[in-house]
């Protein structure tokens, strides 16, 4: 019996198939590589863009906490700010009308409250609009006591106040 198969043939195509799925195979694990590493940079971008949106949105709470910190400053006094504090306090006595002076200041024995005495005088309604600006000022003014009383004949009034500020920081 002859053989008339052709062996040249079948060896090549045999040849050319394991070169192929050889092939096959190292490319497919390179795709493969490739989407790990791909889905790896893709990870971090998104870590690194979900961070910056963190970074963001807390720069943006650090704004509004400062503006607010701001507003809340306004109500308190510190040790140094004890002048302004008195000025506005004189002020208000312009504003009203009266002429308030400073007569006494003194921080309460546990430096937690600062007292402060004035002498004001005016007419009756300035007098009172003065008390009730102080009552409704920004900051946390206890009232010690308030000694008004008229004086002479004219319709001119003298208070002695002192108050009490409890929104102080030493």
Request: aromatic share 10%; with cysteine; hydrophobic share 40%.
């Amino acid at each position: 019996m002859q053989n008339n198969f052709p062996k040249i043939p079948l060896i090549l195509s045999s040849v050319f198939f394991c070169v192929s799925l050889i092939g096959f195979f190292f490319f497919f694990k390179e795709i493969n590589d490739n989407n790990k590493e791909l889905q790896l940079k893709e990870t971090t971008w998104q870590k690194e863009s979900i961070r910056r949106e963190d970074i963001k949105k807390l720069d943006q709470s650090v704004k509004v906490i400062e503006e607010e910190s701001k507003e809340l400053e306004k109500h308190f006094a510190k040790s140094s700010d004890v002048v302004p504090f008195l000025d506005t306090l004189e002020g208000l006595g312009k504003a009203s009308g009266v002429k308030a002076e400073t007569t006494s200041v003194d921080i309460t024995p546990n430096k937690t409250a600062l007292m402060v005495g004035m002498r004001v005088s005016g007419t009756f309604g300035n007098v009172y609009k003065f008390v009730t600006l102080l009552e409704n000022s920004p900051y946390e003014i206890e009232f010690i006591g308030v000694d008004m009383h008229k004086d002479g004949g004219a319709d001119k009034w003298n208070a002695a106040v002192r108050i009490k500020l409890l929104s102080f920081v030493n």
